[in-house]
C-alpha cells in the first residue's frame, strides 16, 4: 500500500511583521498615535530648556571681584604665567644647563606637588608668550612643559639631592635632558616650537600653584586656598650661545609676591655664581571655575523625568490593557519586538534631546557668560566648537540611553509606578546624596550608576599637570565625557537583555 505524499499548507498571503523593519513600523505607529506620548516627548523638550534657562538667570560664578585681563597662551587660551626670571639672550642654536637644588615651600614646609624649578627658553618676557621648560617639581619627578598645555614626564627627583637640566636649541626643535650627578644625562623628550625667533631669553625660574584647602560635611563644602611660595638654588649655571649677560625680571603681575599674604615679593639673588629664586607665581593653563556649556544643559537632569514616563509606558501600557498578547501573537519572536520598541524610543528620545540641547545651549550660555563677575576669563565658545559639540549630541545620546533603559526597567518589573520611581530615584537621588559622602565615595558612585552619563556634558579641558579640586556637587566627574557616557549605556544593554530573557521565559 502506498502512503500518500502530503504537501505542507503554505498561505498565499505574506506574513504579517515578518522582518525587523515591519516591526519597527509598527511599534513607531503606536508612538505616534498616541497623542499624550506625543506631547509627553514635548514636555521633556520643554522642561529642558526652561530649567537651563532658569539656571542661567540664577547661576554664576562663586568668585567675585574684578581682575585684569589674563594672559594668553599661544592656542588662545587663557593662561596663569607669573614667575621670578633670570635670563639672557640666546641667539641661534645653543643650550643652557643648571642644578637645581631640591625645593623647599613657605618657612620651611614642603612645596606644594606641582611646584616646579628649572630652565626655560621662552619668546620674550611677556606673559603668555612661547616658551620651552626642562624642570624639577616636588611630586612629580622631572618634567619637560611647553606653551602651558604640553607635559612630558621625566624620571624621579630626590628631595635631599640637587639634580641637573639641561635644555638645548636646534632651530625649532628643543630637546630636555637630566642627570643626578651631571655626568650621565638622560633625554627627557623633544618639543617644536615653530616661529620662535631667532634670538630668545634663556634662563632660570621657579613658580608655584597656591595652596588649596578643602573641608567637606554632610551638605556643605568649602574650598578655600592662598598663594603658595616656592625656592629654588641654582648653581653649575651654563649657557652655551647667550651673550653672558644675566638680567633680572618678575614675569606678570609681581606686586607682593603676586598675591603673597605675607607680601614677599619674587625674588632672584645671586651670591658665588649661586642664584636663588623665590616665586609664588605659576606657569599653567588656567581653568575656569564654572562650566558654561555644561551648566546650559543642566535642564536635562529634569526633562528625563516625563522620558522615563513615556518610556516606560510604552512596554506597561500593553500589559495593562492586555495588549501584549496581541503584539506578541503577531510577532512571536519576543526579543524582536523589545529591541523595536528599544529602537524607536531611543530614536525619538535623541531628537527630542537634540532640539533640547540645542535650544538650551543658545538660550542659556550668552546669559551665564554674562553673569560671570569677570566675564573675560570665560572665552566665546560656539555650537560648533568640538567639545561643544560633543556635550550637546552627548545630550541627545544620554536621554536615548536614559529611555532604553527606562523601558527595559518596565518590561521587568511591568508595574508603570514601580518602575518610574525606581529610575527616577537612581538618576536623582544620588545628585542629592553626593554632597554629603566622601570625595573618593562620591566619586565611585559617579564611575559605577547611570548617572555617569552626565560626564559627557562636560567640556572643561583637563591636564595631567595642573591639580585640581573635583567636587560632585559642582557638576566635576572623574571619568572622561565618552567614558561615562558609556557606563549608561551599559546599564542600559545590560537590562535591556535581562528585560529579553525574562520575557522569552514568562508568559505575557
Known sequence: MTTPTVTPYRSELPPARAGFPQLLHAEWTKLRTVRRWGFTLLA??????????????????????????????????????????????????????????????????????????????????????????????????????????????????????????????????????????????????????????????????????????????????????????????????????????????????????????????????????????????????????VDITQQSLTGAQIGLIPLVALSVLFITAEYRRGMILTTLTASPRRGRVLAAKAVVLAGAAFLAGLVAAVVSFLLSEPELRDRMPNPVFYPDVALTDGPVLRAVVGTAVLLAAVAVLALAVGALLRNTAAAVTLIVVALVLPVVLLSGLPIGTAHWVMKLTPLAGFAVQRTLPEYEHVDTVCLPEEGCYPQAPWAGLSVLCAWAVVLLGLAVWRLRRRDA
Open 44 to 289: 521633556a523638550v520643554v522642561i529642558t530648556v526652561l530649567v537651563s534657562l532658569l539656571s542661567a538667570f540664577s547661576g554664576g560664578s562663586d568668585v567675585g571681584g574684578d581682575r585684569p585681563p589674563p594672559p594668553v597662551g599661544p592656542d588662545g587660551g587663557v593662561v596663569s604665567d607669573g614667575f621670578p626670571f633670570v635670563h639672557q639672550p640666546l641667539t641661534g642654536d645653543g643650550s643652557i644647563t643648571a642644578r637645581v637644588s631640591p625645593l623647599s615651600g613657605r618657612e620651611g614646609r614642603a612645596a606644594e606637588p606641582w611646584a616646579k624649578a628649572g630652565v626655560v627658553i621662552k619668546e620674550s618676557t611677556k606673559p603668555g608668550s612661547p616658551y620651552v621648560a626642562a624642570m624639577i617639581t616636588r611630586g612629580h619627578g622631572v618634567r619637560l612643559q611647553s606653551n602651558f598645555i604640553h607635559d612630558t614626564a621625566g624620571g624621579t627627583v630626590s628631595h635631599d639631592r640637587p639634580h641637573w637640566v639641561r635644555l638645548t636649541r636646534s632651530g625649532d626643535e628643543f630637546t630636555a635632558y637630566e642627570s643626578a650627578d651631571g655626568s650621565t644625562w638622560t633625554k627627557v623628550g623633544t618639543a617644536r616650537l615653530a616661529g620662535l625667533p631667532e634670538t630668545a631669553q634663556a634662563g632660570l625660574f621657579v613658580a608655584t600653584p597656591g595652596e588649596t584647602m578643602v573641608q567637606r560635611q554632610f551638605g556643605s563644602t568649602s574650598v578655600g586656598g592662598r598663594p603658595a611660595r616656592v625656592t629654588a638654588a641654582f648653581d653649575r649655571v651654563s649657557v652655551d650661545g647667550g651673550n653672558g649677560t644675566w638680567r633680572q625680571d618678575n614675569i606678570g603681575a609681581a606686586v607682593g609676591g603676586n598675591g603673597d599674604p605675607k607680601g614677599t615679593p619674587d625674588s632672584s639673588t645671586e651670591k658665588s655664581g649661586t642664584w636663588t629664586l623665590t616665586g609664588s607665581g605659576d606657569v599653567a593653563p588656567h581653568t575656569p571655575e
